[in-house]
């Protein structure tokens, strides 16, 4: 009988082992696929939503991200995202990553240059781009999740300039902005130049750029130089803005390492974090 019973235990201890060891997908977002009419293509969008989003039944602000690819940046701001939120730094927010997939084409606008064209053929497809996200993925995004109506769009280098081109030429697409390391070197830096213009059209709510820059040199700063100057000549009136260079990194590192402390700052929270945290945003420029 204790064998009998002995027996069984092993044989159950035996099948129990293999199903504890099966693998067990990890979910962090959902992927939807749109046929877009811009852009005469499909396009993948991912989106994360905040830990407590099935539970708790609030809004959300949303942050979309360019270059929101599984291969791309997806993966990176949504972990700073959630830690963000984990740690009171910045709030929890919709993530919805747009990607890109000829980056030269969809986020840099036409020019004239014959050099350039010759280097970048396809580029000058920015417009396009910029209206699949305003008349497919927004639409889509307010449809589908709950959001607040609140929104942001972030990105770096390439997905950078192009930031910066839609706070100059259409600023009320998004609520706020943050551009790591833009590539204002474009056109001899054609869009800086003409920022001091751009920014005299009126805005029909208020705006927070965050804009930051590694230790590029050359054309990249001397375009920076140019914008930051621009905006602080610029009336002042629903403009909230941060010029926070960290001239100790890379283009390459850039991205990783401010990415919190612009979060941080395009969606505050009200926690009076301790001075140690490192909890600061350290702008060069005035707030408000």
Partial sequence: MNFVRSAFIAIALACAVPA????VPI???ETHTLASKPLAQERAVNVYLPADYA???KTYPVLYLIDGGLDQDFLHITGTSALGALWAR???VIVVGVATQDRKRELIG???DTTLLKEFPTAGGAAAFRAFIRDEVMPLVTKTYRTSGETAVIGESLAGLFIVETYLTEPDL???YAAISPSLWWEGGKLAKSAASLLKTPTSRP???YLTIANEGGQMQA???QLVKALAASPREGRTWCYAPHQKLTHATIYHSVSPEALQYLFPTEVDHDPQSGFDVSCQSPRS
Avoid: K
């Fill in 110 to 112: 036409p020019t004239q």
């Fill in 223 to 225: 375009a920076m130089n």
């Fill in 55 to 57: 539970t708790s039944g």
């Fill in 174 to 176: 998004f609520d706020h």
């Fill in 27 to 29: 979910t962090i977002g």
């Fill in 90 to 92: 910045s709030r929890d």
């Fill in 207 to 209: 705006h927070r750029l």
């Fill in 20 to 23: 504890a060891a099966q693998p």
